[in-house]
């Protein structure tokens, strides 16, 4: 479903590279989490995957689009979820999921049931017609979610999605995402919310300072390290000794 | 006070654009405005040619205040109009109240600090054009053997830093009332920018109406066939007169520095411009709370809620989609809908009525009234904040087009074609409103209308690929993008050079290059022109697109 091979990406003025060497698989049906801690290099990959940030090396396939020589393809695959609630505020909810609708080729007669059915799950069928600019953050939140999901997407990435949800919205948005690998699709979210995490996710992705340093199943991670919590294993893993002890695990 | 300063100074920087600004960028923004200065000088030239030999006349017919207070009126409209839709931005739109209230700033530093920088703003250009007209006002009587006062330099300096705050005073008696009325709309936000916009026209239109029937009141010649030539200038020098006469309450300060009852009238003056800035003070500091308390600002709980089931709205294509989306973004964001669609309602707004007041075989005109409505074309042709600011706008949001499934093509293409049917349109609308107040004729008009269209396309393009290159997605409101943008800048230059130089050639032929026929100088001057035009087109719209993509997939929002 995703797959990233060698990426590498440095910004302009900086020393070093943001994300180095980064391998990595989303398969389909599964869900995985992407952890790390603050300026791990988390966003910058999220950001290359979906075509916001141009990368120095390596490759991005998404169903087997290259994202660099078949951007368009790639992204019609992908259903996206920013961190800061991104969307167009001048324009009504209906009217910016219309528009993401024209853009990914949705067939008028398949929209209206789609969206009834997103916008009454996310509880926002009665704020449709009102200006995002009116919304607070979860409201937000909730139409990038529709607008996400609107077109069906095989791999759906979120950014720190739980950021500014109301329980009950979070817990719909959880549903969402198993019900969308149940599909035979992917999920492949950013958190720092360890517990959702560890409740969620088929696996889990750890990177720091720009490198993978852990890739498994949470199966594999409930087997091994069973004495220990998800929080204390990533506060392990993500020590400073912690690279020099262990080595990078691919199951 | 100290965070007067502090905010001040920020406020200072943002509007001359110099806030960030590297010495390189500074010295390039310096250099910018020294050449569009350049540019106006062609018409300004005529102004003060006029002025100079209407001082030597005044000397001799006395009307001398008169004559001058007639600039200082021009000057003053022109301030009017221009600071009008900034005044309005400041305090009705600005983004920054919400960030400014969290902060320790008082209410009272916020707003004294924006009216300053305002002032200040306004000072900057009619500063200079005061000192000017004073200097050449003086020379033309001196040369028509009136004394000149030591007083009146003293007297003129004064009249240059105060004559704004007459303007700004008229702006903040105009807009309460208006965005008053504006803000019942407030639940359409389409509805409420459209409605400013149409104000804003008509506040123009009333405005010039107003100057014409004043002007036609009181500036009636009356000349007949056995008058001396004596007599037809006196006459003509009384008319002067009578309309300087009766512009308020700038006449005084012009009299005081002619030395008529200098005291008694510098007095009046004075006590007029005090009265005056109280009355801005008290009425702006009045509007601003109001609307930080929010009785004018959008309010989310008073929006309609419209039916609960949501509009499915039409299939269309990529780009026809992209452009919708662009459109509604602007036209739903009151602040940016006057910056960028300000020129579809006042440039004709402009032609027509200065058609009206200088048309073909007026005395004063001396044939003109057409260069200078190409001039005014050609002019806004160069600005288009659709291009403009086309990328930035999009401000922290843009990394959102840029995870959709279309092309950096289709989103570059939607942008400029956008910006492109808003010049067909300025420019077709201008042209037929000069064409039909007969201010060009119909070859003039096609002339001057594929010149323009060529320019604005032309134009357009450069604009995007500047902003393409060097995007600013960090701005506090968009105000303040339109104006730090000094991409506005070099478009605006071509478009005021392409002018400047027609008005030129037409000054050459007739004045320097002798013994061409009509037919020959008018044919050299559009030929020119239109050359200039088809150049500007070519060498910024030509295989430019391709280069714009590439400099789009590299933009790191």
């Not at chain 1, 590498?8 to 180095?20: E, R």
């Not at chain 2, 730090?484 to 008005?503: E, R, T």
């Amino acid at each position: 479903m995703l797959k990233i091979s060698g990426l590498t990406k440095q910004y302009k003025g900086q020393n070093a590279p943001a994300v180095s060497g980064l391998d990595l698989e989303v398969r389909p049906g599964e869900i995985m989490a992407f952890l790390g801690p603050n300026g791990a290099g988390k966003s910058t990959t999220i950001k290359c995957i979906t075509g916001i940030l141009p990368y120095d090396t390596g490759s991005i396939e998404i169903c087997g689009y290259n994202l660099k020589s078949d951007p368009i393809q790639a992204k019609m695959n992908i259903g996206f979820v920013p961190d800061n609630h991104a969307t167009y505020e001048n324009l009504t909810a209906i009217d910016y999921i219309n528009f993401i609708c024209n853009i990914y080729r949705v067939p008028v007669e398949e929209r209206k049931e789609r969206i009834d059915e997103l916008a009454e799950m996310m509880s926002l069928t009665q704020a449709m017609n009102k200006p995002i600019n009116s919304f607070s953050h979860g409201m937000k939140q909730k139409v990038s979610v529709i607008a996400a999901l609107v077109h069906k997407p095989k791999l759906w990435i979120l950014d720190e999605p739980m950021t500014g949800l109301d329980p009950k919205s979070a817990h719909v948005l959880k549903e969402l995402m198993r019900k969308h690998c149940d599909e035979g699709n992917s999920v492949f979210f950013s958190s720092h919310v360890l517990e959702v995490v560890e409740k969620l996710c088929d696996r889990l992705a750890i990177i720091k300072g720009g490198e993978l340093i852990e890739v498994m199943s949470m199966d594999a991670l409930r087997d091994k390290k069973s004495d220990l919590s998800l929080e204390e294993f990533f506060l392990s893993v993500t020590d400073n000794n912690y690279e020099s002890e262990h080595s990078y695990t691919e199951e | 006070m100290f965070n007067f300063l502090h905010l001040f100074r920020l406020d200072l920087g943002f509007a001359f654009g110099f806030k960030g600004a590297s010495k390189k960028e500074i010295a390039k923004k310096v250099a910018l405005i020294v050449l569009i200065c350049a540019c106006f000088a062609v018409p300004l030239f005529f102004v003060f040619s006029i002025l100079y030999f209407g001082a030597r006349l005044g000397a001799f017919f006395g009307g001398l205040a008169e004559i001058l207070n007639i600039v200082f009126f021009a000057m003053q409209l022109m301030m009017f109009m221009l600071f009008l839709p900034s005044y309005v931005s400041v305090v009705f739109f600005s983004k920054d109240t919400e960030l400014l209230s969290s902060l320790p700033i008082g209410k009272t530093a916020v707003f004294s600090s924006r009216m300053l920088t305002m002032y200040l703003q306004m000072l900057a250009v009619s500063f200079p054009i005061t000192l000017i007209a004073g200097i050449v006002a003086a020379c033309g009587a001196s040369s028509g053997g009136y004394g000149i006062g030591v007083e009146f330099w003293f007297i003129l300096i004064f009249a240059a830093i105060t004559v704004p705050i007459i303007p700004l005073s008229l702006i903040t008696l105009i807009s309460f009332p208006v965005m008053k009325f504006v803000s019942l709309f407030k639940a359409n936000s389409t509805l409420k920018s459209v409605l400013i916009l149409l104000l804003y026209g008509v506040i123009m239109a009333v405005l010039y109406y107003g100057v014409i029937s004043f002007q036609n009141y009181v500036g009636k010649i009356d000349l007949s066939a056995d008058m001396t030539a004596n007599d037809a200038v006196h006459a003509l020098m009384q008319t002067i007169s009578k309309v300087g006469g009766s512009v308020y309450p700038s006449i005084f300060i012009t009299k005081a520095m002619v030395g008529e009852s200098s005291g008694v009238n510098f007095i009046i003056y004075s006590a007029i411009i005090v009265g005056l800035i109280a009355l801005i003070l008290l009425l702006s500091m009045f509007f601003y709370s109001i609307r930080e308390s929010g009785a004018l600002s959008k309010s989310s709980d008073k929006i309609a809620s419209r039916a609960a089931s949501a509009s499915t709205g039409k299939s269309m294509s990529v780009r026809l989609a992209l452009i919708r989306k662009e459109f509604l973004c602007v036209i739903r964001e009151s602040q940016l809908a006057l910056q960028t669609f300000a020129p579809l309602v006042i440039l004709p707004v402009i032609i027509v009525v200065y058609s009206l007041a200088f048309g073909r075989g007026n005395l004063v005109q001396q044939g003109l009234t057409g260069d200078i409505s190409f001039f005014v074309i050609a002019m806004v042709s160069g600005v288009n904040v659709m291009s403009t600011i086309a990328i930035s706008r999009e401000g922290d949001k843009f990394s959102l087009i840029k995870t959709l499934p279309v092309s950096s093509k289709d989103v570059i293409l939607s942008k400029l074609w956008l910006a492109d049917i808003l010049s067909v349109l300025v420019v077709s609308i201008s042209v037929i409103c000069a064409a039909a107040c007969k201010s060009l004729d119909w070859i003039e008009a096609l002339l001057a209308w594929a010149c323009g269209i060529m320019l604005s396309l032309g134009v357009n393009c450069l604009s995007l690929s500047r902003d393409i290159k060097n995007p600013n997605f960090r701005f506090t409101n968009y105000k303040e993008l339109v104006k730090k943008s000094s991409k506005s800048l070099v478009p605006m230059l071509l478009g005021l050079s392409v002018g400047a130089i027609n008005m030129l050639i037409k000054i050459l032929t007739q004045l320097v290059i002798k013994g061409l026929s009509d037919t020959g100088a008018f044919w050299l001057r559009w030929g020119i022109t239109i050359a200039l035009s088809v150049i500007i087109l070519i060498s910024c719209r030509v295989n430019r697109i391709k280069k714009m993509c590439a400099d789009f997939e590299k933009i790191e929002g």
